[in-house]
């Protein structure tokens, strides 16, 4: 008794929206039963949905239910609210006897009895009438049933179910939350789990679960735009100077390089949090990796939009870059880009790795290989050779040359009349020879975007891939 009630205290510990419990009340003495109901009850009341299966309750512990179904060899012969079913059943010729508990007599009336072969064919023969009733029952839309599709939660459930029980219901003020909304249809078609209504279901879920976090979704919207003020006010109104070159190209780098580093441990740890609940549902196959992965990816997809443009704009103008509406785009498709691959990365990462602790570890190590080999710290023609490949696979790489390339092309800079006279001519006239000497200008515009592109949907297809195929039990 003791072991069972602190297994559901476990289980309340992750605040669920939705609690399954198989006879909860087994093992336990009736006063210690009955204050387990009525705990169950005040939580359903406070927004939850309780499901339960239990064998003959005490009446007080009757009364607590909303809705009931009571089943035999699998079949339904009542499904509707608890406080309709007497009148139900006195409806059909089987009153309850005054004093007796309602479940009692109702599960041993629809209990085949086994024992004689007389007694299991008349036994058979009023279970048959029952369930003729209650089909009748369901065509007339009466006996209490629910009165709407999404109602009939309780009878698609328990019609799976291939043993005698009775299985009640606690009511919940949120009836659409969670993946409960694949039961809604009595009867569970092939159609009912398509992949598309999987989608649907947790699409739907993802986006309420980033809603409810709108505490932390406003801590990332003031983080981005304070680190894009602050390094706008560090770069602020870049001229076209001899100098602004260099700060040009640090501007670009850290542009390319902050965000996408805390883009990574805020998207690990989120992964992370979402595990348990993601494995539970997996073995209980309530959808497929498919429909889950996609969710995933796409409702990340608003709010990561809209913390890029924070990021971005606000630095953009107040650097003084080119004020050109094609210069901005293009700044904030490629910002974008590199913001995108970090996350994809990450969760990449999380997928293969269920410990928060190398996950991480790994992602910043995998980081700072791309950082380094992104062509700021060192020209990419010095690497040693065995390391040079890395920078094909960087995307910190290809994001910030393309940034400078955008910002570059057609800007002319000027020189003071000490350095004409100390070099001959001015060092670097334009944008064009700023980029040669930085050793920028070796991949156009579309090869870095196609690259991005492509490191983007391997890491995509590495996440689905991991998330399939790796055993993703959370470590304890």
Not at 421 to 435: D, H, Q, R
Request: with cysteine.
């Amino acid at each position: 008794g003791e072991r069972r009630r602190v297994s559901i205290g476990v289980q309340m510990l992750m605040n669920p929206h939705i609690l399954f419990l198989d006879e909860p009340t087994s093992g336990l003495d009736s006063f210690t039963a009955h204050h387990l109901m009525v705990t169950l009850s005040n939580l359903a009341k406070s927004g939850r949905t309780v499901v339960l299966t239990i064998h003959q309750p005490r009446s007080d512990i009757f009364e607590l239910f909303d809705l009931i179904a009571i089943l035999s060899d699998g079949n339904v012969v009542y499904a509707g609210r608890a406080n309709s079913m007497i009148e139900y059943f006195t409806g059909i010729g089987y009153p309850c006897p005054s004093l007796t508990n309602p479940c009692d007599f109702y599960i041993d009336l629809t209990t085949i009895d086994h024992r004689h072969k007389e007694d299991e064919a008349v036994s058979r023969e009023r279970v048959m009438k029952l369930l003729k009733a209650y089909q009748k029952s369901t065509d007339n839309h009466n006996c209490g049933m629910y009165s709407s599709s999404k109602e009939s939660l309780g009878s698609s459930f328990e019609s799976e179910t291939g043993s005698k029980i009775s299985l009640m219901r606690f009511s919940s003020q949120d009836e659409d939350s969670g993946v409960m909304l694949a039961f809604e249809s009595p009867t569970r078609t092939k159609a009912d789990k398509s992949l598309l209504k999987q989608f649907r279901i947790l699409i739907v879920r993802a986006f309420k679960n980033e809603y409810k976090g709108y505490s932390s979704l406003l801590i990332q919207a003031i983080e981005a735009l304070f680190m894009s003020i602050m390094i706008g006010c560090i770069f602020i109104d870049l001229g076209q100077d001899q100098i602004s070159v260099r700060d040009r190209v640090g501007l670009f780098f850290i542009m390319g390089g902050l965000y996408p580093f805390i883009v990574i441990l805020d998207t690990i740890a989120k992964f992370n949090a979402e595990r348990e609940i993601f494995y539970r549902e997996m073995e209980d196959g309530l959808y497929s990796t498919g429909p889950y992965f996609f969710s995933k990816v796409l409702s990340g997809l608003p709010f990561h939009t809209i913390f890029l443009f924070l990021y971005t704009v606000p630095m953009y103008w107040l650097a003084g870059l080119q004020p050109t509406v094609k210069k901005f785009l293009g700044n904030c498709l490629y910002t974008y880009m590199a913001v995108y691959s970090s996350r994809c990365m990450a969760m990449a990462i999380s997928a293969a790795l269920v410990s928060f602790q190398v996950a991480a570890f790994c992602a910043n190590l995998l980081f700072t290989i791309f950082l380094l080999s992104s062509g700021f710290i060192i020209n990419l023609e010095s690497l040693w050779l065995g390391v040079r490949w890395l920078k094909w696979t960087s995307y910190l790489k290809w994001s910030f040359q393309a940034l400078n390339k955008i910002e570059f092309e057609g800007l002319d800079f000027t020189c003071n009349q000490s350095m004409v006279y100390m070099y001959g001519e001015c060092p670097i006239p334009n944008g064009t020879v700023a980029l040669k000497s930085y050793d920028l200008n070796k991949e156009s515009l579309e090869e870095c975007f196609f690259a991005l592109f492509g490191i983007i949907v391997l890491f995509l297809c590495l996440t689905f891939i991991f998330l399939k195929y790796v055993n993703q039990k959370p470590k304890s």
